[in-house]
């Protein structure tokens, strides 16, 4: 059958599952791609979106394994494969931009390091939107300040002043999320891991070319760039503190921070600070991961960062997100009782969850040495080991020789069309 045929023959499944109308909050991955799903299985989903358009910004995602997985089954591989990056690998360099310790994307295997479908943010979210918005209600510029359990429903109050009444409300709104705080209290479920990560893109130069160029300052900060476009590069600057809060600063003041912590950093530190006060598009926030004994309380429960953010450090939030949205919409339209769905979506995501948030031992610290010393050493060391006999004999070693089978529930063989 015709890939389109057979897609819109999967459109509107119904299981067992009651038709709910169902709010989710937040537009970025696990929103669009739950409102995709429950969409399919029958349910209205509504998206509302804080911003006033979808937010196209941020930097290199990750779809690993059942990711990737979870996107053939919306349709969308092929789509994301178009967009795959075409690096060719990485330097680790030093301030005046010399390779120190160098890995090809293949050096571990296919694609090394490189994940197969690693995709811009902006494009996956856009994808994504683009798969549901002639189906699915979308509100951008709004947010629910209030949601009132009246038993058989739930009444959200939204920032524009309007009252909704929905079945249920799933928290989509990323690892701040005020649905979380709405409903299991304040962010004390957040566990940081003392670091900030701005990214945004700046007009590329020739000597960006074609390689991440990675770059160590002493006292925990980091400068990468990263090929992007023809006239782009893409730039990750890092830093370790262990103060609170800097990413509820305006964006003008978080500029200001990074200006000033980056003042005396070499390599393409001064290029990137001349370009910074220029730049509409700027994502910065802490670095953390989500930690919550349960996800659902009520009518209300919680998908992707929300409520399980496994954070950058783990290359993990793209695909958890979509995996999330995946099991938590199969679950509901697989039972009748949404305590039901919930507790087995819990069942299914929760060691999944606790091995997507496994992060190195001193992983940090590793990329981001505090001392002059501490970077020539890991330097070094990383020289060694990204030797290609070195590397062949790690990829002997780690790659499994079992054919990848799927983990993931299929919900489709349960629904009834
Ligand atoms: C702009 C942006 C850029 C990012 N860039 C990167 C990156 O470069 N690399 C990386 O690894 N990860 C990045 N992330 C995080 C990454 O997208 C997530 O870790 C992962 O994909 C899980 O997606 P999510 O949908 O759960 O959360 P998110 O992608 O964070 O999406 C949450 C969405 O909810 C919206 N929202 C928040 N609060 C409310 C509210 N109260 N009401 C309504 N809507 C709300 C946000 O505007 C956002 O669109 C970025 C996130 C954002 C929002």
């Known amino acids: 059958m015709h890939f389109t045929l057979l897609r819109r023959s999967l459109s509107n499944l119904k299981g067992p599952g ?58 969308i591989e092929s789509k994301v494969r178009e967009k795959i990056t075409e690096e060719q690998g990485t330097h680790i360099v030093d301030s005046a931009g010399r390779p120190q310790a160098s890995f090809d994307v293949n050096s571990f295997g296919e694609r090394g390091f490189v994940e197969e479908l690693e995709i811009r943010r902006p494009e996956l979210s856009n994808i994504l939107y683009e798969q549901i918005r002639n189906d699915v209600e979308y509100v951008f510029g709004d947010s629910p300040q209030a949601i009132d359990d009246r038993g058989d429903k739930l009444q959200v109050k939204f920032a524009n002043g309007n009252l909704r009444e929905f079945d249920l409300v799933v928290g989509a709104d990323g690892i701040h999320s005020k649905i979380r705080r709405l409903v299991f209290g304040d962010e004390s479920l957040i566990s940081y891991a003392d670091l900030y990560a701005a990214y945004f893109d700046i007009p590329r130069t020739d000597s960006d070319g074609s390689w991440v160029r990675f770059y160590s300052a002493p006292g925990g900060r980091s400068v990468a760039l990263r090929p992007y476009s ?54 910065f926030d802490s670095v953390g991961q989500v930690k919550t004994d349960r996800w659902s309380k009520g009518r209300v429960t919680l ?26 919409a199969g679950e509901l339209s697989r039972h009748q009782d949404y305590n039901e769905a919930f507790k087995q979506y819990e069942t299914w995501m929760r060691p999944y969850v606790t091995k997507a948030q496994k992060i190195i031992p001193g992983s940090v610290r590793l990329a981001l040495p505090n001392t002059r010393t501490a970077i020539i050493l890991r330097n070094a060391i990383l020289g060694f080991v990204f030797r290609p006999a070195i590397t062949r004999f790690i990829t002997k070693l780690i790659t499994s020789k079992a054919p990848q089978k799927s983990v993931l529930p299929n919900y489709e063989a349960v629904s009834t069309p």
């Open 18 to 75: 009651k038709n709910y109308n169902i709010l989710v909050v937040g537009g970025g991955i696990a929103g669009p791609a739950l409102a995709f799903f429950l969409h399919r299985y029958g349910m209205k989903p509504v998206v509302v979106e804080r911003a006033p358009e979808l937010r196209l910004s941020g930097q290199w995602v990750d779809l690993q394994a059942e990711g990737k997985e979870v996107a053939w089954r919306m349709g």
């Open 230 to 283: 023809q006239n782009r590069t893409q730039v990750y600057l890092c830093f370790r503190s262990k103060e609170r809060g800097y990413e509820n600063l305006d964006v003008d003041m978080q500029k200001r921070l990074i200006q000033k912590l980056f003042a005396d950093v070499g390599f393409e530190a001064p290029r990137i600070l001349r370009e910074l006060p220029n730049l509409d598009d700027f994502y």
């Open 303 to 328: 998908v992707g960062d929300a409520g399980y953010c496994p954070s950058p450090l783990t290359g993990m939030g793209a695909s958890v997100a979509l995996v999330g949205a995946y099991i938590l």
